[in-house]
């Protein structure tokens, strides 16, 4: 019985650190279950906090009690001049979170603007043109390093949006629900990079130019400076979010296992 248990605690301790060692490249994370101060906390333990701007209040959630209502143009902005540039995802990239949009427009998950005037990344839903986006960029001239255009979004309804770009592989991937919908492998994007800086602004439901308004339900969004793989983006996916949040579980089944 003790080698059970022992073995069940090696397994689970295991399962934990695998998930963890991500967390390290952790940038922001908003699971939007409350508004502090006029923005939304960060949970990642950056303090890139989400300021409110505009029309951004709290509804149901999909993941938790809360998400976040987006309407007539709110948006939370991230000061993108003042992140940074440790944090800012460059060589790995994976921008994670549950939407449910209302709207037929082109709708920006997160969008991100660097001085030199690139659009780095465009991690979209386009209900109206029956397709999701993922697009990112490296630094002025290079252009588009990768772009998948799949899936098809439905108004109303929870989905699970993963965008991934691994400049050792080249290869940009997005996943709708935790399965694969499309990858983008193009010549000549291996061990390309992302611009460094976002100082032409950072936000969250809008572009920085103010076009493409997010309209609708977000919830647990978070970006990391990694590129993750297709068993970590469903384990965020299924509620796994937070280094705190996975202690907790294990605690809380480690417990469990002790009492019987």
Do not use: C
Request: proline letters at 3%.
């Amino acid at each position: 019985m003790r080698q059970h248990i022992t073995a069940i605690f090696i397994m689970l301790t295991l399962f934990v650190v695998g998930i963890t060692s991500s967390f390290a490249g952790l940038v922001f994370h908003y699971d939007f279950e409350e508004i502090k101060d006029g923005a939304i906390p960060d949970r990642s333990g950056n303090n890139l906090h989400g300021k409110i701007v505009g029309k951004v209040t709290l509804d149901k959630g999909k993941v938790g009690k809360q998400a976040a209502r987006f309407k007539d143009g709110g948006y939370l902005d991230l000061n993108g001049p003042k992140v940074p540039a440790n944090l800012i995802p460059t060589k790995g990239f994976s921008l994670l979170a549950w939407v449910n949009v209302e709207a037929d427009g082109d709708q920006a998950v997160f969008n991100a603007w660097s001085n030199d005037g690139q659009w780095l990344i465009h991690p979209e839903v386009r209900p109206g043109g029956g397709i999701y986006r993922w697009t990112v960029r490296g630094d002025k001239p290079l252009g588009t390093i990768g772009e998948v255009k799949a899936g098809k979004p439905v108004k109303g309804e929870w989905h699970h949006y993963a965008a991934i770009y691994d400049s050792a592989s080249g290869v940009a991937t997005l996943y709708i629900d935790g399965k694969q919908v499309g990858k983008d492998a193009r010549a000549g994007s291996k061990g390309k990079t992302v611009n460094k800086n976002w100082g032409k602004g950072a936000r969250v439901g809008r572009n920085a130019d103010d076009g493409r308004p997010f309209v609708g339900r977000m919830d647990e969004i978070g970006l990391w400076n990694e590129a993750l793989g297709a068993d970590k983006v469903k384990a965020f996916m299924n509620g796994i979010v937070t280094a705190v949040d996975a202690k907790d579980k294990l605690a809380s089944k480690w417990g469990r296992i002790k009492s019987r």
